[in-house]
RNA sequence: GGUGGGUUGGCCGAGAGGCGAGGCAACGGACUGCAAAUCCGUAUACACGGGUUCAAAUCCCGUACCCACCUCCA
């Protein structure tokens, strides 16, 4: 079975074929830590971890590289807005990022590398490209670097763009270029900037422009030449069209396939332009568990642009609950649920799967066994186990099984506690219950059940007694 | 101006020539003391106008509207 993904280079679906077999190098841009992370934001961190997953479920070995950037002109302006270190500002975006990661179940990649870690590397860079005729630094005293558009017949490939159409860039003074759609590979330092961000280079004190650290990086940590690099579509140019010319230009072959996650958008709008922190991972949290809003992200499949609102959320977030309810009575007539293996996942989601990661189909895959696992619980408990297993195995394919313990409230076993703690408290109630029910009290039954809904918590009376759910 | 994407039922959201993905909500039924949960069933779709075809939501042509990118952006 091959996996297929929408490379968009080739604007086609293609199989893949991994450089080294058995083997997968992925590099995806992280974030620029420059604002507190939102729903946006987390979308590509949320879509490459499935595709991540998904390459481990099948059986390869993943190196996953995802950067951040914490040096770059926005970083520079806000933080003087802020009056904070350039540093501190990127340090703590950095934190809250990681947190919004952890909230949404996003695993750690292999390495997460900082762009200012590896200045020696981008000014070695930088370098053979000036050897190599395809980068010049400007001819006026500002220390500034360019790529050389002109230089390399290549520009415009990725994004199928002819350079004769493209508009000038704005990242620089265009004084010292050559043509004015170069674009600055370092940047000479400023007066109005701080001392801090800036580095001794072979054109004077500086920092990097804001397209060569992942070429660096992704050299660095994913070799000459990798399978795959992704991001979000609006990094497609210049960001990718420009680190694909200055890597190819240096003589590496760079990434293999591209994929790109597409937007989601508020009101028509996209996030990064509206609605300031209201959509913040930790805003968003408030109203829905984190594993549901992962479900609402995952539910769409990655490339199709999603019109956030609160109300399609809340729906996401209530039919997430009836898988979870399904699981919850498996277990409580089975003790634990297994995890199926991965061979035993159903050929309708591997497929799904494997087709461009479709997770619209695979999630309805989960549905279907959900709703037959549902009718084997009234009398088939061979059945709901090993649909039980199979619905979790294809949860944790999708970072979305909520019996993994990620996911539980606490590290420090205080959810569980409580739980049992309240375990003992409904039982009392429950049986008192049971009793007036017995006795055709309902007035007293009911009283009993309208008390324990008022507390946020659901029974479910089966044939076989009453149990509880918190809603 | 250049490049790319979109418009599907009350709502969300898949699919890409023939069998109505799935979810949420609604309605009817089963179950229940009544509910809830669950199951069964029902209805409502492919922006518009042409064309190709035995057959079009899907392919082609045209139109309208929307969105993204064109050097800040996930």
């Known amino acids: 079975m ?42 590509s961190g949320v879509n490459f971890d499935v595709l991540r997953r998904w390459f481990e479920a099948s059986g390869y070995q993943v190196d996953f590289i995802r950067n951040i950037t914490d040096i770059d002109d926005k970083i ?15 340090y703590d975006m950095s934190i809250q990022l990681d947190k919004a990661y952890d909230a949404l179940n996003v695993a750690p990649p292999t390495y997460e590398p900082a762009a200012t870690g590896h200045i020696p590397e981008m000014i070695e860079m930088i370098t053979d490209l000036i050897d190599r005729g395809h980068a010049y630094p400007a001819p006026d ?74 070429s660096a990086m992704a050299l660095k940590y994913l070799g000459s030449a990798f399978d795959i690099h992704g991001g979000g579509v609006d990094l497609r140019f210049p960001h990718h069209e420009n680190e694909q010319a200055q890597s190819r230009a240096a003589g590496h072959d760079f990434a293999n396939y591209w994929m790109h996650n597409a937007w989601i958008t508020t009101a028509g709008e996209k996030m990064s332009k509206s609605l300031g922190n209201t959509l913040s991972i930790p805003s968003v949290l408030t109203r829905v568990r984190g594993i549901e809003l992962r479900f609402y992200l995952v539910a769409a499949h990655y490339r199709s642009h999603v019109e956030f609102s609160f109300e399609a959320l809340d729906e996401a977030a209530a039919g997430f609950q009836r898988i979870e309810h399904f699981l919850t009575r498996a277990r409580d007539v089975l003790g634990e649920i297994a995890l199926a293996d991965l061979e035993k996942l159903p050929e309708d989601f591997r497929a799904a799967m494997d087709d461009d990661l479709g997770t619209p189909a695979a999630v309805a895959v989960i549905y279907d066994e959900v709703r037959e696992g549902n009718k084997a619980l009234a009398d088939n408990a061979e059945d709901v186990a090993e649909r039980a297993a199979r619905v979790r195995a294809m949860l944790a394919v999708l970072g979305l099984d909520p019996l993994d313990p990620h996911w539980a409230e606490s590290g420090n076993g205080t959810a569980d506690k409580l739980t049992a703690a309240l375990d003992v408290l409904l039982t009392q109630l429950l049986e008192q219950r049971a009793q007036a029910r017995a006795a055709k009290d309902f007035a007293a039954a009911d009283a009993i059940r309208d008390q324990i809904k008022s507390a946020g918590i659901e029974i479910v009376d089966t044939p076989t007694g009453s149990q509880w759910n918190v809603i």
């Open 141 to 214: 005293d500002t220390g500034d670097v360019y790529f050389d558009v002109l230089s390399w017949a290549g520009y415009g490939e990725l994004t199928g763009q002819r350079v004769d159409d493209m508009e000038p860039a704005g990242d620089a003074d265009p004084r010292g270029k050559r043509d004015p759609r170069d674009f600055a590979l370092w940047k000479g330092r400023k007066d109005s900037e701080p001392q801090t961000a800036s580095w001794p280079s072979p054109w004077g004190p500086g920092r990097p422009g804001w397209h060569i650290e992942c």
């Open 2 to 43: 091959t996996i297929r993904l929408y490379d968009s280079a080739a604007r086609q679906v293609r199989d893949f074929c991994p450089l080294v077999p058995g083997k997968v190098g992925m590099y995806v841009c992280g974030l620029t830590v420059q604002s507190e992370p939102h729903v946006g934001h987390v979308r």
């Open 76 to 90: 520079l302006t806000k933080s003087a807005d802020q009056s904070r270190h350039w540093y501190n500002l990127a």
